[in-house]
């Protein structure tokens, strides 16, 4: 099975700032990486697919980089909206697996 | 609009079964592959199983396997979970999420509300 390890596990930032996530996968899973955003009781929302492709409808504030087993999503300027839980996602191979998750927290 | 409405879900004994459904609107069902999704009580997000869009193609979570089935009834629009032997780690929301058309190899570009399974004596 392929491990996604995401760091960190919770983030302090303040409205403004940029923020970096990083997801690391145990083997090469080419761009099949997706992000997602979830808000306590609510749905997950994928932000981006393909490693970089922004999701219609998501601010462009958010962008996703990286292949292979490296990858990043950031945040340039973090926005009180943006205070959420961050998860990973490969669908390069089966069983799919997600990362733990990232905590955005306020600072 | 894209409608993921999962039902089915609610208290079971330790060895129980339970059938969870999802009924979809908005698009074409046959043509997606679905996925069940699901989240214990302040955990992260765990995927269970996937189904092709005309069920050639199944895959379980190892955690799941030989326990819980996946199926789908592409004529009423509707995803199925058949999960036996249930025990206590169980316990969780349940999402149906919806791939994107054509893929097997797909993230999940639309999620369902969630059906809570507790699994507890």
């Known amino acids: 099975d392929i491990q996604m390890t995401q760091s960190p596990s919770t983030l302090s930032a303040s409205v403004g700032d940029r923020v970096t996530i990083t997801c690391r996968a145990s083997?090469?899973?080419?761009?099949?990486l997706a992000w997602y955003q979830q808000k306590p009781g609510k749905v997950p929302k994928v932000l981006i697919y393909k490693a970089s492709s922004l999701e219609s409808g998501v601010p462009s504030r958010f962008s996703g980089s990286g292949s292979g087993t490296e990858f990043t999503l950031t945040i340039s300027s973090l926005q009180p909206d943006d205070f959420a839980t961050y998860y990973c996602?490969?669908?390069?191979?089966?069983?799919?697996?997600f990362g733990g998750g990232t905590k955005v927290e306020i600072k | 609009e894209v409608q993921l409405v999962e039902s089915g879900g609610g208290l079971v004994k330790p060895g129980g079964s339970l059938r969870l459904s999802c009924a979809a609107s908005?698009?074409?069902?046959?043509?997606?592959?679905l996925n069940w999704v699901r989240q214990a009580p302040g955990k992260g997000l765990e995927w269970v199983s996937s189904i092709s869009s005309g069920s050639s193609y199944i895959y379980y979570a190892d955690s799941v396997k030989g326990r819980f089935t996946i199926s789908r009834d592409n004529a009423v629009n509707s995803l199925y979970l058949r999960m036996n032997s249930l025990r206590a780690e169980d316990t969780a929301v349940y999402y149906c999420?919806?791939?994107?058309?054509?893929?097997?190899?797909?993230?999940?570009?639309?999620w369902g509300q969630g059906t809570l399974v507790t699994v507890s004596s």
């Open positions: 908005g698009f074409t069902f046959s043509s997606y592959s």
């Open positions: 999420a919806r791939g994107v058309v054509g893929e097997m190899r797909s993230w999940f570009e639309s």
């Open positions: 083997q090469s899973i080419s761009s099949w």
């Open positions: 996602q490969q669908y390069d191979t089966y069983p799919i697996t």
